[in-house]
Every structure is written in structure tokens, then in C-alpha cells.
């Protein structure tokens, strides 16, 4: 046991040792005159929590129990859903397949803008009224005839022990696993977490400090690392598919500035092939007074991306079909055309190519989508 001693302030005479535990706990011993206060620290996000007996953290369903960190929520759920695939969205992941979704409460941010704000800014443990064991959740797949999971609605990154051993359940079984995540995640646990995905959509919710900070309660950097993460073990080992969606908010992250240092910055460091997803806001949460977001400021922000020489961009949250469908980036075909979430038309072969040119689509296909 590594022990590290920080010398005692003049205003609080308190000392603290820091004994270093493996995996997710670090205890912090508090001394004072009249008391030991013993805290655990959960190593699983950037906030590094100290918590102390009983204590929950900023998520709220992180909790120390006996010295230790464990989920408050392991195994339950507040709901299960049959989705298209291109809902979560996934547009270059088996098109056209059902995902069984389903989520729990809490986060570790805090966007005043939330789209689920419901389920994941609660902290109200009575919304979670069903419950699955791994084993159940690959039953329920199967049941359902869904090809995949999705760990989606709530941040799944606060509930890593439960989605891991589902997602080994799933493998064992053959059902894929796909994380719907915010990549707010830390280096020492990115990588257990993200192996176990087959796909993964992580929101990348603007490209500004300022705005993770004061509309998100968190660090932009955190994310950039998770992203550049995934994007490297995709391109050296084929492992867990990426792609990455950005709310647009008027005023707030849609600048033609920002939108484009986006897109040159996933282009340089993720790769021309990751599908970037724009989405349009609607009011909610903490910004219900703030308009939706129009149609044109997502057709821009595709040119935008468009021009940085990313190859597959969408629009969502609107009635664009154009926007919706995928492209072949040789000869420029409809490879997919989308109509929201249906898949209308699908002409990539066996081999993930192009059925006119021959030209290889990035992602995960099945080997002939039945319309």
C-alpha cells in the first residue's frame, strides 16, 4: 500500500493521508481533535469524489459502503424500449436492425439542457421500477429479436460493474452492445469500460471549455481523450465502432466558428470516416425559455463538415430524409436512404461496399439488409 501524506494547512491544522487501493476506491483518513473521518475516493470519472460512510456521490448512485464504491443501481432499470438502431443514433451499425434500450438515473454532468432530464438529473431511486440480471437483459434481446443492447437514456458510464457484466453476458451469447455515453470517463477505467462495447455514440456537446463548464458542470478534455481513444483502438484493432453526435443550441454552440473547429478537429484527430450526427434542440430542463433548433442551422452546420472533408455527416431531430440517408463518398449514390428512422433503400453488398462503384462503406453491416 502506497501511502502519500499532505502537510496540514495553518487555517484547519487538518491532516490527510491518502492510502492508494486498486480499482475504483482511495481512502482519505481526516484527523482532528475530535474525530476520524474516513473517506473513500471513486476513481471511475474526472470528479474523483471523496465520499464518506453512506455518502452518495455527484451522480447519485455511486455510493461507499464499508470503504468500498459500489452502484446503488446495479441491476435495475427504469424501463426497457424496442428501438430502430438509428435512434441512438447509429447510422453505420447493422442499418436497419431493433435494439432493446434501456437506462437508469443519474450522471456525472449536470447539462442544464438535458434532453432526459427526467431519468438522468434525477436522483429519485423510486423511477427505477424494473429490474434484469445480465442474463435476463440477453433473454430479453433475444425475446424481442433484437440483434443488440443499448445502454442509453442515463449516463451508463455511472453504472459501469452492472454494464460490463452485461455486456460480457451479451457477447457470450452473440448480441452486440452499443453505450450511448458522454465519454466523461477517466484514463485508468476508459479502457475496461469502452472494450466491452461493440459500437459506441458519445455526445460531444460543444467544442468549448467555457460551455462544458458553465452548461455542463464538467471539462471538455475528458471527452477529447475518450473520443481520440476510441478512434485509435478502431483503427489499429477493429474494436468498438464510433460514432459522435452534437446537440446544436441556438446562440450557445452553433457559430459557424465553433461548428468548424469541431469538425477539423474530429477530422485530424478521429478521422475522416466517423459519422458525425448533428441534432436539433428542443427546450427542456434548465432551458425550456430557448428556441428549438431550426432546420438551417443544422443543413450549415452539414455543409460545415462537409467542407472539413468529413465523409458521413447527418442531421437529426428533423425531417430530412437527405440529411438522414448515406452517401458514398467515390461515385456520391445513396448507399442508405432513411426516412427518420426507417431504412427505405440499401445497396451495400456482402464485403460493406458500395453496390455501384465498389468503394468500401465505413462501419458494421449485415451481410444483406431484407427491406
Same mark, same amino acid.
Given at each position: 500500500?502506497? %501511502? ?9 491544522? +487538518? ?5 492508494? *487501493? ?14 476520524i ?30 470503504? @468500498? +464504491? ?10 426497457? !424500449? ?16 431493433k ?8 450522471? @456525472? ?15 429519485n ?17 433475444? %425475446? ?15 453504472? !459501469?460493474? *452492472? ?5 460480457v453476458?451479451?457477447?457470450?451469447a ?10 466523461? +470517463? ?18 460531444l ?5 467555457k ?19 476510441? !478512434?485509435?483502438q ?14 446544436? +443550441?441556438?446562440?450557445?454552440n ?19 470516416e ?30 460545415? !463538415? ?51 462503384c ?8 449485415a ?5
Amino acid at each position: 500500500m502506497l %501511502q502519500e501524506t499532505i502537510p496540514s494547512s495553518p487555517e484547519s491544522s +487538518i491532516n490527510l493521508v491518502l492510502c492508494f *487501493y486498486p480499482m475504483m476506491q482511495r481512502v482519505a483518513k481526516r484527523f482532528t481533535s475530535a474525530r476520524i473521518v474516513i473517506m473513500t475516493q471513486c476513481s471511475l470519472c474526472p470528479r474523483q469524489c471523496f465520499l464518506s460512510e453512506g455518502q452518495v456521490g455527484f451522480c447519485g448512485v455511486r455510493t461507499c459502503q464499508k470503504g @468500498n +464504491i459500489i452502484s446503488l443501481s446495479y441491476s435495475k432499470t427504469t424501463g426497457f !424500449a424496442v428501438d430502430p438502431i438509428e435512434k441512438k443514433p447509429l447510422n453505420h451499425f447493422y442499418p436497419g436492425t431493433k435494439i432493446l434500450s434501456f437506462g437508469g438515473i443519474g450522471c @456525472n454532468l449536470a447539462c442544464r439542457f438535458c434532453q432526459n432530464a427526467s431519468t438522468a438529473q434525477s436522483r429519485n431511486p423510486s423511477l427505477l421500477t424494473a429490474s434484469a440480471t445480465p442474463e435476463e437483459i440477453v433473454q430479453l434481446a433475444k %425475446q424481442y429479436h433484437c440483434e443488440s443492447v443499448a445502454f442509453t437514456y442515463n449516463e451508463p458510464i455511472i453504472a !459501469a460493474e *452492472y454494464v460490463q457484466d452485461a455486456a460480457v453476458a451479451c457477447r457470450s451469447a452473440g448480441v452486440k452492445t452499443v453505450a450511448v455515453s458522454n465519454g466523461y +470517463i477517466s484514463e485508468k477505467h476508459r479502457s475496461a469500460f469502452f472494450d466491452s462495447m461493440d459500437a459506441v455514440n458519445i455526445d460531444l456537446k460543444s467544442f468549448s471549455e467555457k460551455f462544458y463548464r458553465e452548461y455542463c458542470g464538467g471539462t471538455l478534455e475528458p471527452v477529447k481523450e475518450t473520443l481520440q481513444y476510441l !478512434a485509435q483502438q478502431y483503427m489499429v484493432r477493429a474494436r468498438t465502432w464510433l460514432e459522435v453526435t452534437t446537440l446544436l +443550441i441556438p446562440s450557445l454552440n452553433d457559430s459557424d466558428q465553433e461548428i468548424g473547429d469541431l469538425c477539423d478537429w474530429v477530422a485530424k484527430h478521429l478521422g475522416w470516416e466517423v459519422p458525425l450526427h448533428f441534432s436539433a434542440f428542443r427546450p427542456a430542463h434548465k432551458l425550456l425559455t430557448m428556441p428549438s433548433t431550426p432546420p438551417r442551422t443544422l443543413f450549415r452546420a452539414r455543409e460545415i !463538415a462537409m467542407s472539413s472533408g468529413l465523409r458521413y455527416i447527418y442531421t437529426g431531430n428533423i425531417d430530412d430524409p437527405a440529411g438522414q440517408s448515406t452517401y458514398c463518398p467515390q461515385c456520391g449514390q445513396t448507399v442508405i436512404l432513411r426516412s427518420r428512422y426507417v431504412v427505405c433503400e440499401y445497396e451495400i453488398d456482402e464485403e460493406s461496399c458500395c453496390k455501384y462503384c465498389g468503394q468500401t462503406i465505413s462501419g458494421c453491416f449485415a451481410e444483406e439488409k431484407s427491406l
